[in-house]
């Protein structure tokens, strides 16, 4: 029985990476346009997101969404979501209307035809170089001055150790929020890691349950008080997780 378990998991998975880049070959043209200026981010974006839906409802996922807010249109926001899968990517561009850009990792950018848009449409920050992280601000304030949102896994790194609730939070974001009096918003992704882990022969179709909780302020805040915004991001998202029924089950 295991056997055809994992000969399904090998076909859905490779089902996965045929979807992820033979769906780029054939508008390649139209990702160099609306890639080639900032200006056209909304329309990549539009592309981007489509993409995702598209990518979730082929392998099999549905979203569930709850929104404990309605987010204002004319606000800029920092998105801040757990980091459990590869599909997270996919999950926020398929959950959220308005335009917003990723800060990501350097490494993706070395995932073929993926990378290359990657670098072109994303906040690349290389951890491992301070002046790399120092200039994610610079180009923050211009996505932000164009009306933008910006989306960053505060946890940095997919966690190794998969029996980890939510690893602990990076600096950056709240840094950035502060600096420019944005909102947090905390996202719960509850079901990701257990349906589409970075363990090859795991996973399954299913629901992938998503909180987006009640905005944090930072208005009036200053850098001292960063961890403090850090801290109380990190216990909502932890809290919701470790308080999740289906979680629970899970873990016994």
């Not at 045929?18 to 890639?35: A, S």
């Not at 403090?228 to 990190?234: H, R, V």
């Amino acid at each position: 029985m295991k056997i055809f378990r994992y000969f399904f998991i090998l076909v859905w998975r490779i089902w996965f990476y045929c979807w992820l880049l033979l769906t780029i070959i054939p508008v390649f043209p139209v990702l160099l346009v609306v890639t080639s200026s900032e200006k056209m981010y909304p329309a990549f974006y539009k592309i981007a997101r489509a993409w995702a839906k598209t990518l979730i409802f082929v392998m099999g996922f549905k979203v569930d969404v709850i929104e404990e807010q309605v987010l204002k249109k004319e606000k800029s926001f920092m998105f801040c979501p757990n980091h459990t899968s590869m599909i997270d990517v996919f999950v926020m561009l398929a959950i959220t209307k308005n335009p917003f850009v990723f800060v990501g990792k350097i490494e993706l950018t070395k995932i073929p035809i993926f990378g290359f848009f990657y670098k072109r449409t994303c906040i690349i920050v290389d951890r491992s170089d301070s002046k790399s992280r120092n200039s994610v601000f610079d180009k923050a304030r211009i996505r932000l001055d164009d009306g933008l949102d910006i989306c960053i896994f505060p946890e940095g790194l997919v966690p190794a150790d998969e029996s980890v609730v939510l690893s602990d939070f990076k600096n950056g974001a709240f840094r950035l929020a502060i600096e420019y009096q944005i909102p947090i918003v905390p996202i719960t992704m509850y079901d990701c890691k257990k349906l589409f882990s970075y363990t090859f022969f795991s996973g399954s179709p299913g629901k992938l349950r998503v909180k987006v909780h009640s905005v944090i302020e930072t208005k009036g805040l200053t850098i001292k008080e960063g961890n403090l915004l850090k801290k109380q991001t990190f216990e909502v998202i932890y809290n919701e997780l470790v308080n999740d029924e289906k979680q629970r089950k899970i873990s016994t």
